[in-house]
C-alpha cells in the first residue's frame, strides 16, 4: 500500500484521508465546556495532534492506543503550529499495512550510514 500524504508534508487548509499509528488519545473539555478528543497521530515523518470536536465517549472507547486508524480531516494552525481537525476516524486492521510507513526512518540510504 503507498501513502499518498505524510503529515511532514501538510500544509495549513490541506484536506487529508490517510491512515495513521494513533500513539495516545486523551479526553478533554474546553473551557467553554465543548468535548473533544485529542489524538496523538504519527507516520514515519512526523507526528501530529490530531482534535475531535465535539466528542462522544463512545468514539473514545472504539479507538485504542498503539493501533491504527483512518484519519480524515484538515491541517489548521492553531496557537503557531500545524494540527489536524479530525472529521472522521475509524480504526483499521493492521494486517495489510508495511510498518515501515509509520516508524521514524532515515531518509539516507542504510548502506551509506554502514
Request: glycine share 8%; aromatic share 8%.
Amino acid at each position: 500500500m503507498s501513502r499518498s500524504q505524510y503529515l511532514a508534508d501538510l500544509k495549513a487548509g490541506a484536506a487529508i484521508s490517510e491512515i495513521f499509528f494513533l500513539r495516545a488519545i486523551r479526553q478533554g473539555t474546553t473551557g467553554a465546556g465543548i468535548p473533544f478528543l485529542a489524538l496523538k497521530l504519527s507516520d514515519r515523518s512526523a507526528v501530529m495532534e490530531g482534535r475531535i470536536w465535539n466528542s462522544d465517549q463512545t468514539l473514545a472507547a472504539r479507538l485504542a492506543p498503539d493501533s491504527f486508524v483512518r484519519v480524515s480531516g484538515v491541517a489548521v494552525i492553531y496557537r503557531h503550529r500545524l494540527r489536524l481537525n479530525v472529521d472522521e476516524v475509524e480504526c483499521v486492521d493492521s494486517s495489510g499495512l508495511d510498518q515501515q510507513e509509520f516508524l521514524p526512518g532515515s531518509y539516507r540510504d542504510i548502506d551509506e550510514l554502514a
